[in-house]
């Protein structure tokens, strides 16, 4: 049988991709998006689509009982840059929302649950090249913490309560279908559309800022190979390190240049300089890759090649 899936914060980044993917896999019908607006009109047209509030138990639980649903997708979140404009915001919506969704299946509502973590609940104290599993975690952000405090009570909830929880440890995600969202490693997004519209960049990280890097197909593909693994195979229930590639804001300027010989680049460190000295420059998932197979796919030239490739398409000019 298909599962009957949630999907919470369904117009962001990661949230409008999963459900797109979902709905190829287990189909339309089985699969509810839901957003506290509507906000992506791609999702809101392209199945169920129904207005949840992340932080409104009653709101989550009306939804879930109107379709059944077994399994649930909690992608709503302020992320890292905007979270610390915003910290009180962001730790009543990043740590409500996991509360609502872990007591649902708490109360056997529901019985899956993914919850997305972040290289952010690693801090300056946290080895920073081939960050392990098991480390120092000292956030120095607010969405660092509440991410260090869900994976704590996501534990918690399963060793407790039998509540099957499942979680990755996000590093940064490219994706050319939907705009930035708020994070520290949007610069790797923002770059390739400022490389195909204007030709040039004005980044907030310095050149050699190196962070951990995904492309978007290969964390969806993460997601749902957990989401299907067999419950043995998951052992770690706080969140599993996840890794692909770490680059510079200088590489990936490089890797543009390649398609865009014109294409310039420079550089007015902002805040978030401050959030991305923290966090590591390289992660190691040996734990996810050994657990429950986990293999990423795309180099940065891959990245490159079909973010400007796609970006092309969508705002209808030549890069080359």
Known sequence: MNPKILIIGACGQIGSELTFKLRNIYGDENV?????????????????????????YTSIKVCVEKYNIDTIYLMAAMLSATGEKFPMKAWDLNMNSLFHVLNLAKAKFVKHVFWPSSIAVFGPSTPTE????????????????????????????????GVDVRSLRYPGIISWKTQPGGGTTDYAVDIYHKAVIDKKYNCFL????????????????????IMTADSDAVKIRSSY??????????????S????????????????????????????????????????????LEDITKEMLFQLEKKYNTTVK
């Open 32 to 56: 509810i998006a839901s957003d506290i607006s509507y906000s992506n009109l791609d999702i809101v047209n392209s199945g169920f689509f129904e207005i949840v509030d992340a932080q409104d």
């Open 130 to 161: 081939s960050t392990p599993q098991y480390t120092t975690m000292e956030p120095t952000t607010v969405y660092g913490i509440t991410k260090q405090v869900g994976e704590r009570w996501c534990e918690y909830y399963n060793q407790k309560y």
């Open 206 to 225: 310095t050149e050699n800022t190196k962070l951990p890097m995904m492309f978007m197909d290969d964390a969806i593909k993460a997601t749902i190979d």
């Open 241 to 254: 390190n996840l890794a692909a590639i770490s680059f510079t804001p200088k590489e990936v300027a490089a």
């Open 256 to 299: 543009i240049k390649q398609y865009i010989p014109e294409f310039e680049i420079s550089y007015t460190p902002d805040y978030r300089q401050a959030i991305a000295d923290s966090w590591p420059k390289s992660i190691n998932d040996e734990v996810a890759r050994q657990d429950w197979n986990w293999r990423p796919v795309f180099s």
